[in-house]
């Protein structure tokens, strides 16, 4: 790594071979993304992008609204909704070669900078799944860019670049506060401080604070409910081990195995250079706090492409060919991190065994066939005063997807987002009810009547399958809505 600014005009041919790298691979999920249905956590985001809000209970509400602007555009189905995300991590991937760039790697060192970053699985997955944790992503890597670019060139405008990204990862995802205490941790551990007389900055954090704060004005409106849900499924996720395995995921999960000595070179290039070295706490902070918080792996994954960028750099010269026709095995993984196999096949249920979000993008419209089904063994006098409860937010957003097709009514749920709009204006008198245990339908009905079950065409286990097998018609509410409502509020 050098430590002096990379020479303006370098490597432009390998950034031109480089971005047509980033449009082939967007152009290949574009052609294979449809090859699944959505993922239980899309048709949440699906729905909550028909009911545009400045936030909702488990995430900001960008995520959302690129969703909306999509719909508006095209009809929602995978490939149409997924392509932005497969934009978002091919730009990921060039912004790495970008950051290699500014630490003053040459042509090769980009292109092992940019393979690492294309090779990484939860980089790979989030370019196939419209998910918050795709822009999330890309956030960061604008963040890290910005701030390699403001040290190598001494140019303070970066902190507009810096601020604005800031703000967009705020509409994002929550985890942003951790690279905002690396960010932080390292101006204040590496001592560029004339950075705060900088009116630069504060137009920066300027910048941040008026995109964060409609957002933060939600909450407050209603009473910070993401806390709740933050506690809750953290809560969840420590209980039933999805935390306990963090370190040993670092080796195989935000970033591909093979990568491992590149990212742990870089690191210790970050730290042994004096300009760069602020890039080196942003990677460290975070990761700590993540341990202390008792994260989930992938939390981590946005901070490897500063690792990797830098540990291109100091690729020894003559090993660097080597690294670059290694690198592409990598892509050798792909078919358990995207939607490649065949259903059923072998190599599927290998890679669902790897990657559970295979099979909970399986079996949606097949539910709602069956939901329509029982639905229209109702009366059409019943019907006028029935409703559809869904116990999930896959569920619900399947009814809300696939529904109007049959003529169902919008659903209705206790989850989430769901349950702040309420259970309908009036509610109903009779529900069909999915994703719900009799035994807990007979506290609260009269009424309880298995009228279906979850298809199951392909023979597969996924959540639907195994916990919510049983679809029921529920007659006789032995409480009102108002006094129910309250109490069944989940957050999943």
């Known amino acids: 790594m050098k430590d002096r600014p990379a020479e303006p005009g370098a490597g432009n041919t390998a950034l031109r071979g480089i971005l047509i790298f980033a449009a082939l691979k967007v152009l290949f999920h574009l052609v294979t993304n449809g090859h699944y249905g959505f993922h239980r956590d899309e048709l949440a985001t699906i729905d909550d992008a028909r009911h545009l809000a400045w936030g909702y209970v488990a995430y900001p509400p960008l995520t959302a609204f690129l969703g909306h602007l999509e719909m508006l555009v095209g009809p929602a189905t995978p490939r149409v909704l997924r392509f932005l995300p497969s934009v978002a991590q091919g730009l990921v991937i060039v912004l790495t070669a970008l950051m290699a760039r500014r630490l003053g790697g040459d042509h090769r060192a ?7 970053a294309a090779i990484a699985p939860v980089s ?22 910005g701030v390699a670019s403001l040290l190598a060139t001494g140019d303070e405008r970066f902190w507009v670049v810096i601020g604005s990204a800031i703000g967009l990862a705020a ?11 690396g960010l932080a941790a390292g101006l204040l551990l590496t001592g560029p401080m004339r950075h705060l007389r900088s009116r630069w900055l504060w137009i920066g954090a300027a910048i941040a604070v008026v995109l964060a704060l409609p957002h933060v ?41 093979l990568t491992i000595p590149l990212w742990i070179a870089g690191l210790v290039a970050l730290f ?25 792996g992938y939390y981590t994954a946005p901070l490897y492409p500063m690792l990797f960028a830098a540990g291109a750099t100091v690729v020894p010269r003559r090993a660097r060919g080597v690294v670059i026709a290694l690198l592409p095995l990598g892509f050798a993984t792909a078919a358990f991190c995207l939607p490649l196999a065949p259903i059923g096949s072998p190599l599927f249920k290998a890679a669902a065994q790897r990657n559970g979000d295979f099979v909970e993008e399986i079996g949606w419209p097949e539910l709602v066939d069956e939901v329509a089904r029982i639905w229209f ?102 409480t009102t809505w108002a006094e129910l409502w309250p109490r069944i509020r989940n957050f999943g």
Request: proline share 6%; aromatic share 12%; net charge neutral.
């Open 110 to 116: 980009q292109w092992i900078a940019a393979l690492a």
């Open 124 to 145: 790979l997955s989030a370019s196939a799944l419209y998910q918050y944790v795709t822009f999330d992503f890309l956030w960061w890597v604008v963040i890290a860019w």
């Open 171 to 181: 509409l994002t995802k929550y985890t942003i506060a951790f690279l905002l205490a």
């Open 217 to 257: 004005l939600w909450e407050a409106r209603h009473a910070f409910i993401t806390l709740d849900f933050l506690q809750s499924i953290h809560a969840r996720d420590v209980r039933i081990g999805r935390t306990d395995h963090f370190l040993v995921e670092q080796l195989m999960e935000p970033a591909h195995p």
């Open 272 to 296: 042994a250079s004096r300009r760069f070295r602020l890039l080196g706490w942003m990677a460290v902070v975070p990761f700590a706090l993540f341990v202390v918080a008792r994260g989930r």
């Open 377 to 478: 063994t109702l009366s059409p006098e019943e019907r006028a005063r029935a409703g559809i409860f869904c116990g999930n937010y896959g569920e619900a957003g399947a009814v809300d997807l696939y529904g109007p097709a049959h003529g169902l009514p919008t659903a209705i749920s206790s989850t989430n987002s769901y349950w702040l709009r309420g259970p309908g204006d009036p509610p109903p008198e009779t529900v069909v009810v999915l994703g719900a245990r009799r035994e807990r339908l007979e506290e609260v009905c009269a009424s309880v009547t298995l009228a279906g079950h979850t298809p199951n065409p392909y023979g597969l286990e996924n959540e639907e399958t195994r916990d919510h097998p049983d679809i029921f018609i529920c007659r006789g509410l032995k």
